[in-house]
């Protein structure tokens, strides 16, 4: 009984690891338009699939929005809360997250 023990709980432990390896989960800070406006936004990527979108003027919150995400190469997929759903293309460079749509692209910082 104490070998089965010890072997599901090193199961346990090796699986929580794998939430780990998604690249795209943490906070990513888009750059301040410089449009005078001062308005930015981030992305919330959390490892179960959820997220938040959130908007920034001045540095201070004024808008924001949930979303589930899967991933599958290199797109990525949202679901808003309102239930609209796209597809974008996105990269990962060092700290870097790009989002393309069609011929827009944004680039974010991790934080």
Known sequence: ?????????????ACSDDDD???IVGTWRGEVVDDGKGYSDSYTFNADGSGIWQEFKDGKQIDSESFKYSLDGDKIT???????TYTSTFSISGNRLTIKDNSDSVTYTKQ
Request: proline share 4%; charged share 15%; aromatic share 14%.
């Open 1 to 13: 009984m104490a070998l089965v023990a010890i072997i599901m709980s090193v199961n346990f432990v």
């Open 21 to 23: 390896d998604n690249p």
């Open 78 to 84: 949202f679901t808003w809360s309102d239930g609209e």
